[in-house]
Structures are given as structure tokens and as C-alpha cells.
T-cell receptor, first 111, second 114 residues
């Protein structure tokens, strides 16, 4: 099993550009999550999904959108990139509340 | 809503010394408690978790944590630190009524000096 994979690893965006961060898991987990990590702030939940076709906002959803058309994939969309979205983004998945499995992260720089 | 506080931003210990990382949570009942570790440039890996039962839980890599309800704490300990333990450690809390969502602390960066 590859676990949770994320692409790209690193990206530089200009202000106002859009992009999609990809996340795929091969563990057949129903639950998937997107977090952002900023220095000294821990991880903040952006969006999460409890199954295909079901998504909900987390703590910091503004400026982001998600979709969940399959169990495996949970892409995160940035429509109009802003410097405040410079961060490291982590995708995670879980079977239940017990353990979340994290991807390696995507480092995003918005200039 | 639940919250997590990790009072120490940085901790430096000598290799071979004991370690304790502090975690305090705010929640009315008994939450689900977790410790994750993040090596530089990596994702997070679960060290251990507490749901119920024995308040002293053992994890991977020789770590353990103790749940103390009276102090709302879930401190992480290791009797002898190795240089490879240098990383950032995150405490997280979940609760049944919040589904599978976790709230993370700000993290503690552990430095190990030889």
C-alpha cells in the first residue's frame, strides 16, 4: 500500500492564480481531511469528508474548495491564491476516529 | 469546543536523558487523546493514543503517555532520548460528538544534544 499520496510536493503560485492539490489514499478509508500547517500554529482543519459525495467545512475553510467523487481521491482547490495561503498542506485519511494517516505534504508559496 | 495547549515551544535535552512533553486539553468529558511526531519535511506519524481504560499508554519508539483527568493532561514521556527523536511533537484531541475531527496543539520542537 502506498498509503496517502499528495501531489505536487512543492509549488509556487502568483497572487490570483488557482491550483488543485491532489490527495489519494489506497486504504479504502471513508474519512479524509485537509489541514494546513503554519509555524507555531499546529495543524488547522480546512475541510473534511466522511465519504464519497459528502464534505464539510473545518476550522479554516475560506479560500478553499473540495470535492469527493470517489473514496480514493480528495482534491483541494485554491481559486484565487493569496499570500495568506502560503503554508504546508497535509492530507490525511482514517477508517474511524482511531488513527489518521498523513501524506507527506505539499509546500505552497504564494508570491 | 475542545482545545489543546502545548506550553513548551522548544525543548532541548541531552541524549540519554529523560523527556517529558506537556499537553493540556480543554473538554468537558473524557476526550480521545493522541500524540503525533513529525520529522523535518515529513508528514505526521501516530505515536500513541488514549480512548479509555488504563491511563498509562505505551506507544511506538519507546514513548509512553499518561492521562490525568484531574489535571486535564496527557503528557508524553520517554526514559532515554536518542538523537533520532529530534522532531516536532503534536498533541491532539478528539471527541465523540465532533466525529473524527481532531484539534491539534501548536507543537513542541525537540532538540537532542550529544
Amino acid at each position: 500500500n502506498a498509503g496517502v499520496t499528495q501531489t505536487p510536493k512543492f509549488r509556487i503560485l502568483k497572487i490570483g492564480q488557482s491550483m488543485t492539490l491532489q490527495c489519494t489514499q489506497d486504504m479504502n478509508h471513508n474519512y479524509m481531511y485537509w489541514y494546513r500547517q503554519d509555524p507555531g500554529m499546529g495543524l488547522k482543519l480546512i475541510y473534511y469528508s466522511v465519504g464519497a459525495g459528502i464534505t464539510d467545512k473545518g476550522e479554516v475553510p475560506n479560500g478553499y474548495n473540495v470535492s469527493r467523487s470517489t473514496t480514493e481521491d480528495f482534491p483541494l482547490r485554491l481559486e484565487l491564491a493569496a499570500p495568506s495561503q502560503t503554508s504546508v498542506y497535509f492530507c490525511a485519511s482514517s477508517y474511524d476516529v482511531e488513527t489518521q494517516y498523513f501524506g507527506p505534504g505539499t509546500r505552497l508559496l504564494v508570491l | 469546543a475542545q482545545s489543546v495547549t502545548q506550553p513548551d515551544i522548544h525543548i532541548t535535552v541531552s541524549e540519554g536523558a529523560s523527556l517529558e512533553l506537556r499537553c493540556n486539553y480543554s473538554y468537558g468529558a473524557t476526550p480521545y487523546l493522541f500524540w503525533y511526531v513529525q520529522s523535518p519535511g515529513q508528514g505526521l506519524q501516530l505515536l500513541l493514543k488514549y480512548f479509555s481504560g488504563d491511563t498509562l499508554v505505551q506507544g511506538i519508539k519507546g514513548f509512553e503517555a499518561e492521562f490525568k483527568r484531574s489535571q486535564s493532561s496527557f503528557n508524553l514521556r520517554k526514559p532515554s532520548v536518542h538523537w533520532s527523536d529530534a522532531a516536532e511533537y503534536f498533541c491532539a484531541v478528539g471527541a465523540p460528538e465532533y466525529g473524527n475531527k481532531l484539534v491539534f496543539g501548536a507543537g513542541t520542537i525537540l532538540r537532542v544534544k550529544s
